[in-house]
Each structure stands twice: as C-alpha cells, then as structure tokens.
C-alpha cells in the first residue's frame, strides 16, 4: 500500500493502517504555489506521538538515520517506509508530523491522525 499526500496542502492529513502492515508513505515537497521543491541537503523528520501535544516519540523515521529515502533523481519529495515491528504494537488513534528542514528553514510538510487499526492476521503465512 501506497499512501501520497502532496505537502502545500494546509489541512491535517488523515489515514488508517493496520498494525503490523507494511505501508510507504509518499510526500511530494512543493512550494506554497505548488512548484516542486528540492530536499537532497534536507534533514526530513516523521514523528508519530499520543497527541500534539506529547514530546514522547513512539515512532521515528529521519532520512539520516533510516526509514525516509527520498524520491526520484530531482529529489523533490521522500518516502516513509514502514517495517511490519514499526506498527505492530501500536493502535489506536495517534498524531503524526514531518519535519523538512533546508538551509535553516524548516516547514511542518504533513501532520494529523493516524489510527492504526489492530489485526489478527499479521505475521501469519
């Protein structure tokens, strides 16, 4: 599963996976009137938390430190890859948000819930 979001949009981004799944999470970077932005000397951070307002990280993706790769050879937007342990405790309803910053400037590119739906079915062949 693929889920993309183009990041000039202001409202929060919404989704629902299942625990213990493997989705990617794709975000074009695009500048405020829609033109792509290049992120290859970025530091790009997708944090999943309680709430927004909890500091506690329950889940960690940078593109410094694995699980972020950036996309195509502009690199004007990246992937959140998700690995089957990342979610597979987790449920419920959650907050997430990334972080892009370029050159000192940093910008929120996608933000809002991610539930997470328990499943019976995970790890089984």
């Known amino acids: 599963m693929t889920i993309t979001y183009a990041s000039d949009i202001p409202d929060p ?4 996976i299942h625990a213990g799944v493997t989705p990617t999470i794709s975000v074009p970077v695009l500048d405020s009137i829609g033109g792509a932005v290049g992120i290859t000397s970025a530091t790009i ?9 909890d500091k506690r990280s329950l889940l960690t993706k940078r593109n410094t430190g694995g699980g972020i790769l950036l996309d195509n050879p502009d690199h004007n937007g990246f992937t ?3 690995t089957r342990a990342d979610t597979e405790e ?3 309803d959650l907050y997430h948000e990334s972080r892009v910053v370029i050159a000192g400037m940093e910008d ?14 995970a790890g089984v062949t």
């Open 13 to 16: 981004i919404n989704f629902r």
């Open 45 to 53: 951070v997708w944090v999943v938390t309680e709430s927004n307002q």
């Open 80 to 82: 959140i890859v998700l």
């Open 90 to 92: 987790l449920s419920g």
């Open 108 to 121: 929120i590119v996608i933000y809002g819930m991610l539930s997470i739906v328990p499943t019976v079915t």
